[in-house]
């Protein structure tokens, strides 16, 4: 399973248009075909870089493995609490001068389907998904500000 973008090489600049400095849309993704036995796809994307821990951007889960993308801005079936304090997805925005954040997108293939109500936390979407994980795609973009 491999996880890309149209809009940024992994490892590259995340544009403006996806932050919180442009139209805080997400970014379209793609992925090839999760591993048999996959029942759901999740999607978390943070930034190890944040001041004092690790930051939460999007919490996303629901997704089926049937499916090949999301597209820019789209949002998936069901969407966790980021540390913004909203659900879906909120782009980068690190401080000013902290010099550049990685923003690591983390997509998932489970074994099973994750039972949350909308606006689950972090830590209940990492309890979920114990035990459950097949594999796991990562694509990483950089920004700063």
């Not at 992925?31 to 994307?45: E, Q």
């Not at 939460?56 to 993308?69: E, R, V």
């Not at 909203?86 to 923003?103: D, I, K, V």
Request: charged share 25%; aromatic share 8%.
């Amino acid at each position: 399973m491999e996880l890309t973008t149209s809009a940024f090489p992994d490892q590259g600049r995340i544009p403006a248009r996806y932050t919180c400095e442009g139209e805080d849309v997400s970014p379209p993704l793609s992925w090839t075909d999760p591993p048999p036995g996959a029942r759901s796809l999740a999607l978390i994307v943070e930034d190890p870089d944040a001041p004092g821990r690790t930051f939460t951007h999007w919490l996303a889960w629901g997704i089926d493995p049937g499916w090949s993308c999301l597209g820019e801005g789209e949002r998936a079936p069901r969407e966790g609490r980021n540390d913004f304090g909203a659900s879906g997805w909120r782009g980068p925005c690190p401080p000013m001068g902290h010099g550049p954040h990685r923003y690591v997108f983390r997509l998932l293939a489970l074994d099973t389907e994750i039972d949350l109500p909308p606006g689950a936390s972090r830590r209940e979407l990492e309890q979920a998904l114990e035990g459950h994980v097949l594999a796991e795609a990562t694509l990483v973009g950089v920004y700063e500000r």
